[in-house]
């Protein structure tokens, strides 16, 4: 149950207003690298625990200590696979599946009552493609439709370091007991609440639009 006594809600991207699905693209580029007879060793997309040396270039990637040109340069390297830039961007955007567009017009009607802001661990080639899908439906770029969006890559930190949850409180003007913050991972909902932030974990989106529904009414 979300309470209306918040002035800032702050969503994650991923799992929570974006459907992914990040066994598409570890499939694809294992069904590639396999093919040429390398063993390509999965990514663990959504966890802390780093399995292989792609994980170390997709966390590097999230938090901009490489750029668009050297992460492919590293998708080939790691993966033994020669793709053009293309074809490893649109392999690496499989992970995107679709907007959650019910959800995202309850958040853009809760504009009205409170600050909206958005919290992600993400990178440019993703940035890119999401706000290609969202200018489609709204007809206007994603950081246009909120009040400030923070993106892991630019900030050069991923949740669920603290760092970048006090980052979020500096920036947005408000205190951390007037903020709530969803997402759909319990680890990344720890370090926010050590810092006074409320959290709340999103298991649905069925679940999380009935919430936000009742935060609309109250």
């Known amino acids: 149950m979300i309470d209306g006594n918040y002035k800032m809600l702050l969503f994650d991207l991923g799992g929570v207003i974006v459907d992914i699905d990040p066994s598409i693209t570890e499939n694809k580029f294992k069904e590639i690298s396999n093919r040429r007879g390398h063993n390509f060793k999965g990514l663990d997309y959504r966890h802390e625990k780093v399995s292989s040396d792609l994980t170390n270039l997709f966390f590097d990637y999230e938090q901009g200590f490489v750029n668009d040109s050297e992460f492919r340069d590293g998708i080939r390297k790691i993966g033994k696979i020669n793709l053009s830039d293309d074809e490893i961007d649109n392999i690496w955007n499989l992970v995107i599946v679709q907007i959650n567009k019910s959800l995202l017009d309850l958040i853009l009607i809760l504009k009205k009552k409170y600050s909206i802001m958005i919290l992600s661990n993400t990178n440019n080639i993703h940035r890119v493609y999401f706000d290609s899908l969202v200018k489609k439906i709204y007809k206007k770029n994603f950081t246009d439709i909120f009040d400030r969006v923070f993106y892991s890559y630019e900030m050069r930190c991923r949740k669920p ?22 997402d759909d991972m319990i680890e990344n909902l720890t370090e926010c609440k050590k810092l006074g932030m409320n959290s709340h974990h999103v298991t649905d989106s069925k679940s999380l639009e009935k919430s936000l529904k009742g935060l609309i009414n109250n």
């Open 161 to 182: 370091d603290k760092i970048i949850y006090q980052k979020v409180i500096d920036s947005s003007g408000f205190k951390p007991d007037e903020i709530v913050f969803f």
